[in-house]
C-alpha cells in the first residue's frame, strides 16, 4: 500500500525553526517530484515548496522563500522541510503530496497534479 506519513509538526514561538519530514511506504520518494503544501483554517490548501527528482528544480512560495528549504535523504526515503524564521502566518496544518511524474510541473502547486498525500502534521507558530 502506497502511504506518505508526515512528522515533526509542533507548538514554535516566533523565530523558531522546525523540520518536517514526508517519508514514504510503498514506492520510492526518490523517483517523484514531492510538495509541501499547508491548509489554513476555512482555507484551500497552497503551495510551500516542490523538489523535482530528475531536472534539479525546487520551488518555494513567496511567502516562504528565504525561510524554508527543502531536502531530499533518498538513502531513508524521507524529504524535509526545514522551516526557519518562523512567523505566526505560518501556522497551518502542513501536508506533503507525491506526484505522478519526476518533476515539479508548472503550475506548480496545482493540487490535482499530486496523486498521494499524506494525513498533515499541525504547526503551531505562537508565544
Known amino acids: 500500500q502506497l502511504q506518505l506519513v508526515e512528522f515533526g509538526g509542533d507548538l514554535v514561538q516566533p523565530g523558531g525553526s522546525l523540520r518536517l519530514s514526508c517519508a514514504a511506504s510503498?514506492?520510492?520518494?526518490?523517483?517523484?517530484?514531492i510538495g509541501w503544501f499547508r491548509q489554513f483554517p476555512g482555507k484551500e490548501r497552497e503551495g510551500v515548496s516542490c523538489?523535482?527528482?530528475?531536472?534539479?528544480?525546487?520551488y518555494y512560495a513567496d511567502s516562504v522563500k528565504g525561510r524554508f528549504t527543502v531536502s531530499r535523504d533518498n538513502a531513508n526515503n524521507v524529504v524535509y522541510l526545514q522551516m526557519n524564521s518562523l512567523k505566526s502566518e505560518d501556522t497551518a496544518v502542513y501536508y506533503c503530496?507525491?506526484?505522478?511524474?519526476?518533476?515539479?510541473?508548472?503550475?506548480?502547486?496545482?493540487?490535482?497534479?499530486?496523486?498521494?498525500w499524506g494525513q498533515g502534521t499541525q504547526v503551531t507558530v505562537s508565544s
Open positions: 510503498g514506492f520510492t520518494l526518490n523517483y517523484y517530484a
Open positions: 523538489i523535482s527528482s530528475r531536472d534539479g528544480n525546487i
Open positions: 503530496a507525491a506526484s505522478n511524474l519526476p518533476d515539479c510541473t508548472h503550475p506548480v502547486w496545482r493540487t490535482q497534479g499530486y496523486s498521494h
